[in-house]
């Protein structure tokens, strides 16, 4: 069945530093989205991609959608505290069965 | 953020004992999903509603069972909770079909542990 890989697993920056995570799908998907997770929170819908090749930004954040749109990521620029917590992409296969398929979040530390 | 309550948020039981999971909206969302919370997962689907009385199975399903007779309330229930059930467990509500036409909600969260 359709898998979302997502990595990396935990990743630690010094404040002010950049991040990026990323998202590869087993297969096609017709959209990608983006959530985050704050620590004891529940996730909160970011960003949707739909295009190939599409590139969108949410004033530091970057979010691009593979040619292939088998894949996307999420950067980061500048890191503050405030973007602590875990990141989550949730992709839909093209099928018409498709369902949104969660990947296993990437969870960011940052170092004041 | 969308009107979903879960309860109860936090819930120790004892293996074998029936659990039921409530969510509440006030959305008037379609469509309702039930994921558990496990770390290196992610989150999973369980079952969701596509409409009252209408429920499907997601990819984590054996073990729990749902209900959905209004709109607005969306059950989960575990009929004979196992120690491999102790999770976090999420409801969530979207406008279409499995967020193909735009994102998920998400409640509060109801953190289960069985014992």
């Known amino acids: 069945g359709q898998q979302v890989m997502q990595i990396p697993q935990y990743q630690h920056v010094q404040e002010g530093e950049d991040f990026t995570t990323y998202c590869n799908s087993s297969?096609?998907?017709?959209?990608i989205q983006w959530y985050k997770q704050r620590p004891g929170g529940h996730p909160v819908f970011l960003i949707q991609?739909?295009?190939?090749?599409e590139v969108k930004k949410q004033k530091r954040l970057t979010f691009q959608f593979g040619e292939a749109k088998k894949n996307s990521s999420l950067h980061i620029t500048a890191t503050q505290t405030t973007d602590v917590g875990t990141y989550f992409c949730?992709?839909?296969?093209?099928?018409?069965?498709?369902?949104?398929?969660f990947g296993q979040g990437t969870t960011l530390q940052v170092k004041p | 953020d969308a009107g979903i309550t879960q309860s109860p948020r936090h819930k120790v039981t004892e293996t074998g004992t029936p659990v039921t999971l409530r969510c509440h909206q006030t959305?008037?969302?379609?469509?309702m999903y039930w994921y558990r919370q496990d770390p290196g997962h992610g989150l999973r689907l369980i079952h969701y509603?596509?409409?009252?009385?209408?429920?499907d199975k997601g990819e984590v399903s054996d073990g729990y069972s749902v209900s959905r007779s209004k709109t607005e309330d969306f059950l989960l229930t575990l009929e004979s909770a196992t120690s491999s059930q102790t999770s976090v467990y999420f409801c969530?509500?979207?406008?279409?079909?499995?967020?193909?036409?735009?994102?998920?909600?998400f409640g509060e969260g109801s953190r289960l542990t069985v014992l």
């Open positions: 297969t096609t998907l017709s959209n």
């Open positions: 991609l739909v295009k190939s090749g």
């Open positions: 969530a509500t979207g406008t279409g079909l499995h967020a193909n036409t735009g994102e998920l909600f």
């Open positions: 959305e008037n969302h379609r469509y």
């Open positions: 949730a992709g839909i296969g093209s099928s018409n069965t498709g369902k949104l398929i």
């Open positions: 509603s596509y409409g009252v009385k209408d429920t």
